[in-house]
T-cell receptor
Framework: EDQVTQSPEALRLQEGESSSLNCSYT??????LFWYRQDPGKGPEFLFT???AGEEKEKERLKATLTKKESFLHITAPKPEDSATYLC???????????FGKGTKLTVNP | DVKVTQSSRYLVKRTGEKVFLECVQD?????MFWYRQDPGLGLRLIYF???????EKGDIPEGYSVSREKKERFSLILESASTNQTSMYLC????????????FGPGTRLLVL
């Protein structure tokens, strides 16, 4: 069964303390891996799409990387406003569905 | 700029009521999706549509139906609301082919009493 597992479930950082979130997946024929940010009570906000192993994308303090089995979302020198739940999803070749992980809840303390 | 809107942010309904959730996108996307999100269960796909008047069941279609009469509008219908349908409902849209980036609306938090 296709699976997407995110770890850790929750992460608490001090402002400026860099870290990484993990998304591991077991799907055949990956067509794309997506990262979203979700604030409480709101819809997911699109961050990145990665299509092939070795690909990297950056946006402000966030950098997403992709290997054949997992993706990392690196957060450099986070700020309190980076606090949110980060969701990972994958699209499998031949399927119309995205498979979502359950998310990592990030808290950045000032 | 990408925009998906949902008709209500919060709804309170009674058990047995018929409930309509509306979603509109202004990006000329072919695909539209309805998800529900529950703590500990993540996002689960209810229905999706890849064209006007076309629909496909997702992972949890029971108790729901959908309507897509126009390209920009996708409605989720709860024929007879039940308490276990209390949830956050999220609409999304994307371009073809399937698997392209999905853009989400702000969500509707539905409480069924």
């Amino acid at each position: 069964e296709d699976q997407v597992t995110q770890s850790p479930e929750a992460l608490r950082l001090q402002e400026g303390e860099s870290s990484s979130l993990n998304c591991s997946y077991t799907v055949s024929g990956l067509r794309g891996l997506f990262w979203y940010r979700q604030d409480p009570g709101k819809g997911p906000e699109f961050l990145f799409t990665l299509y092939s192993a070795g690909e990297e994308k950056e946006k402000e303090r966030l950098k997403a990387t992709l290997t054949k089995k997992e993706s990392f979302l690196h957060i450099t020198a986070p700020k309190p406003e980076d606090s949110a739940t980060y969701l990972c999803a994958v699209a499998q070749g031949g399927s119309e569905k995205l498979v979502f992980g359950k998310g990592t809840k990030l808290t950045v303390n000032p | 700029d990408v925009k998906v809107t949902q008709s209500s942010r919060y709804l309170v309904k009674r058990t047995g009521e018929k409930v309509f959730l509306e979603c509109v996108q202004d990006m000329d996307h072919e695909n539209m999706f309805w998800y529900r999100q529950d703590p500990g269960l993540g996002l689960r796909l209810i229905y999706f549509s890849y064209d006007v008047k076309m629909k496909e069941k997702g992972d949890i279609p029971e108790g729901y139906s959908v309507s897509r009469e126009k390209k920009e509008r996708f409605s989720l219908i709860l024929e007879s609301a039940s308490t276990n349908q209390t949830s956050m409902y999220l609409c999304a849209s994307s371009l073809i082919p399937l698997g392209e980036t999905q853009y989400f609306g702000p969500g509707t938090r539905l409480l069924v009493l």
